[in-house]
C-alpha cells in the first residue's frame, strides 16, 4: 500500500448508504421531542404527533385534493404487500421490473397472488422496460426509481391520463427527491428511512380518490391478514389516515421523522429537496464524465436515478478478470474505503451488478461528494496495482 499519493481532506460525513439513508444535515437526537416516548400510540398527545406528520408530509408533497397519506407497518415493502394485497385482482395487471424490488412485486403478483395472466415486462439491469406498449387499461405496477439499479422512469408523460387501470407505484428512493406528477399516480408507497434519512420499519401508503373507490368497491378474493387491512367494513378504513396506526408505532421514529419534515419546510421544502439532490448528482456526473474506468450502470442519462447512482468499472484490466476476482477486487475497494472511514456502505445491491452505490439524495452535503472522489481515483490505483 502506499504506491499512489493518498488524498488527505476526508469527507466530513462519509455515510452514502443507499437505505437507512445519511440523517439529515445537524442531526442530533438531543433535538429530538422525545415527550410521546412511553405514552400509548393511542393516547392523544401521540395521535396528534403522527396526525402531525401525515399533514406535514402531505403539505411538503403537495398532494392534490382527494388524496390520502398513512403510515402502515413494515417500510415500504410493507406497504407494497398491503396495496397489491387490497387492491389488485378486479382487473388485468401489467408489471414493470428493472431490478430486484420490481422483481419481487412480480412474483407476489404471480406466484402468491397467483394473477397468472398478468403481463409482465422485465429487463437487465441498467434499462427501462419500452414504456410505449403499456396498456393503461390494466393496473400497471412500477418502481419510480430503482434503489438496486440506478435506473429511474424520466418522468410521468408515459402513462395515460384517461386510464382505465390504476397506476401502483414503488416510490420509494423517489419522494422528496423528485417532482412526482400526481394526477399521474392512483397508489404510491415508500418508507421514510429513504432520502428523509429516517429509521427503519415504517411504511407509507399514498392513495388518490380513485385507488379509494376500488377498495371500498371491490372485495379480493384472497384473505386479508390483519397488517394488511386497510378497510372498515364497506369502507376505506379513514383512521389510518389520520394518525390511529394498524399496529404499534415507534413514537422515536415518528419525532425523528418530524425533526426531518421540520427541516424540510425550514430549508424550502420539496423544491429546494430536489436542488440539492441535483446538485450531488451533478457532482458525481462530471467526475464520471472525466474517468475512463467508470461509468453508470443506466446506460441512458435520461433515466439515471439521481439518488441511489449506481455504478460499474469499465476498466479493460478489471473487465478481463474471472467474476469471483472482479468480487474481490470490488469488496477490497469498499473495506479499503471503509477502513479509512471516507465512505461506509457503497457497496452494489446484493443482486445488481458488480459496482459501486452512492447515494446522492438532499440529506448528503455537496462537500463531502467533492471530497469522496480523490478517495475513489486514490482507492482504484491502490487495489489495483497490489
Request: aromatic residues 10%; hydrophobic residues 40%.
Amino acid at each position: 500500500m502506499g504506491k499512489h499519493l493518498k488524498p488527505v481532506i476526508k469527507p466530513l460525513n462519509p455515510k452514502f448508504s443507499s437505505g437507512p439513508c445519511n440523517k439529515r444535515p445537524g442531526w442530533a437526537i438531543k433535538n429530538l421531542n422525545l415527550d410521546s416516548l412511553g405514552r400509548s400510540h393511542r393516547s392523544v398527545l401521540a395521535l396528534k404527533k403522527i396526525k402531525s406528520a401525515i399533514e406535514i408530509s402531505k403539505e411538503i408533497l403537495r398532494l392534490p385534493k382527494g388524496y390520502e397519506l398513512g403510515i402502515v407497518p413494515g417500510s415500504d415493502t410493507g406497504a407494497m404487500e398491503i396495496v397489491l394485497w387490497s387492491l389488485l385482482g378486479k382487473n388485468k395487471v401489467e408489471v414493470l421490473a428493472w431490478e430486484s424490488f420490481g422483481k419481487d412485486w412480480v412474483k407476489d403478483i404471480i406466484d402468491e397472488l397467483n394473477l397468472k395472466e398478468s403481463k409482465i415486462h422485465i429487463v437487465e439491469y441498467g434499462h427501462l422496460p419500452d414504456l410505449k406498449v403499456i396498456n393503461f387499461d390494466n393496473d400497471v405496477v412500477f418502481t419510480w426509481n430503482g434503489t438496486t439499479s440506478g435506473v429511474c422512469v424520466p418522468d410521468g408523460n408515459w402513462i395515460s391520463q384517461t386510464r382505465k387501470g390504476l397506476t401502483i407505484c414503488d416510490a420509494t428512493s423517489a419522494v422528496f427527491s423528485l417532482d412526482i406528477p400526481w394526477e399521474k399516480i392512483d397508489v404510491a408507497t415508500y418508507s421514510w428511512q429513504k432520502v428523509l434519512g429516517g429509521e427503519g420499519g415504517h411504511g407509507v401508503i399514498i392513495l388518490s380518490p380513485r385507488a379509494i373507490e376500488r377498495i371500498e368497491n371491490y372485495v379480493p378474493k384472497w384473505p386479508i391478514p390483519k397488517l394488511f387491512r386497510i378497510k372498515k367494513g364497506d369502507k376505506i378504513n379513514k383512521n389510518i389516515f389520520s394518525g390511529s396506526t394498524i399496529n404499534t408505532p415507534s413514537m422515536l421514529c415518528i419525532e425523528d421523522l418530524l425533526d426531518t419534515l421540520n427541516w424540510v419546510k425550514q430549508i424550502g421544502g420539496l423544491p429546494e429537496l430536489i436542488n440539492r439532490t441535483n446538485r450531488n448528482f451533478r457532482i458525481i456526473e462530471e467526475w464520471v464524465t472525466r474517468t475512463p474506468w467508470i461509468d453508470f450502470l443506466a446506460s441512458e442519462s435520461e433515466y439515471r436515478s439521481k439518488t441511489s447512482v449506481c455504478l460499474k468499472i469499465v476498466d479493460e484490466w478489471f473487465l478481463s478478470l474471472g467474476v469471483q476476482s472482479q468480487s474481490n477486487f470490488v469488496s477490497e475497494i469498499v473495506s479499503l474505503l471503509e477502513d479509512e472511514h471516507v465512505a461506509y456502505d457503497i457497496h452494489s445491491y446484493r443482486d445488481a451488478p458488480l459496482g459501486l452505490r452512492i447515494w446522492c439524495g438532499s440529506t448528503v452535503e455537496t462537500k463531502d461528494l467533492t471530497n469522496l472522489l480523490p478517495w475513489l481515483e486514490w482507492v482504484f490505483k491502490e487495489v489495483k496495482n497490489n
